[in-house]
T-cell receptor, first 114, second 111 residues
Framework: KAGVTQTPRYLIKTRGQQVTLSCSPI?????VSWYQQTPGQGLQFLFE???????NKGNFPGRFSGRQFSNSRSEMNVSTLELGDSALYLC?????????????FGEGSRLTVL | TQLLEQSPQFLSIQEGENLTVYCNSS?????LQWYRQEPGEGPVLLVT?????EVKKLKRLTFQFGDARKDSSLHITAAQPGDTGLYLC???????????FGKGTLLTVNP
């Protein structure tokens, strides 16, 4: 079966701009989680969506937001980009809420902020 | 807030050697997972351990869960270049079911 698909894979933005990243989960998976990965902080939880509702949120500023559509596809948005937002953004899907059980990760979207 | 510490941070070995990496938690694990992330890829789940003292084997990989459920180790026998990657431990600690990751051990196996 098809895996988790994230687009775009790579993107370059400048400070102050905004960016939208997309994630298509495995068919049948209703939970989508987002993580930020940096060399210094590792993988940090951003938020989780289940059945179009945000169920859990990490410790990130309000510039980071997301949503989930009725087909379980999810988008995350970062507004007013800062240099420190440069990271690999990973999306993961799961059958159950809270990610209970196995998480299936996409290959990530690598964001560079100049 | 649960903290997961992994050691060593970096490990570079020759093909055929054995190695062990560690994961220690500031609080009792609920359901510890080990992932491997290869360059340019997302993490892939290797194993989930739940019971204190549990040992699981996956081919040349042996995962051990400490009796007190605050530590875990991953042992690789006769490492191969294909084992190269970032090894991450993660846990669903607390009541909000978010997965907390350690920073990982970056393993390089040289041919």
């Amino acid at each position: 079966k098809a895996g988790v698909t994230q687009t775009p894979r790579y993107l370059i933005k400048t400070r102050g701009q905004q960016v939208t990243l997309s994630c298509s989960p495995i068919s049948g998976h209703r939970s989508v989680s987002w993580y930020q990965q940096t060399p210094g902080q590792g993988l940090q939880f951003l938020f989780e969506y289940f059945s179009e509702t945000q169920r859990n949120k990490g410790n990130f500023p309000g510039r980071f937001s997301g949503r989930q559509f009725s087909n379980s596809r999810s988008e995350m948005n970062v507004s007013t980009l800062e240099l420190g937002d440069s990271a690999l953004y990973l999306c993961a899907s799961s059958l159950w809420q809270g990610g209970a059980g196995e998480l299936f990760f996409g290959e990530g979207s690598r964001l560079t902020v100049l | 807030t649960q903290l997961l510490e992994q050691s060593p941070q970096f490990l570079s070995i020759q093909e055929g050697e054995n190695l062990t990496v560690y994961c220690n938690s500031s609080s009792v694990f609920s359901s510890l997972q080990w992932y491997r992330q290869e360059p340019g890829e997302g993490p892939v789940l290797l194993v989930t351990v739940v019971t204190g003292g549990e040992v699981k084997k996956l081919k040349r990989l042996t995962f051990q869960f400490g009796d007190a459920r605050k530590d875990s180790s991953l042992h690789i026998t006769a490492a191969q270049p294909g084992d190269t990657g970032l090894y991450l431990c993660a846990d669903y600690g607390g009541s909000n079911y978010k997965l907390t990751f350690g920073k990982g051990t970056l393993l390089t196996v040289n041919p």
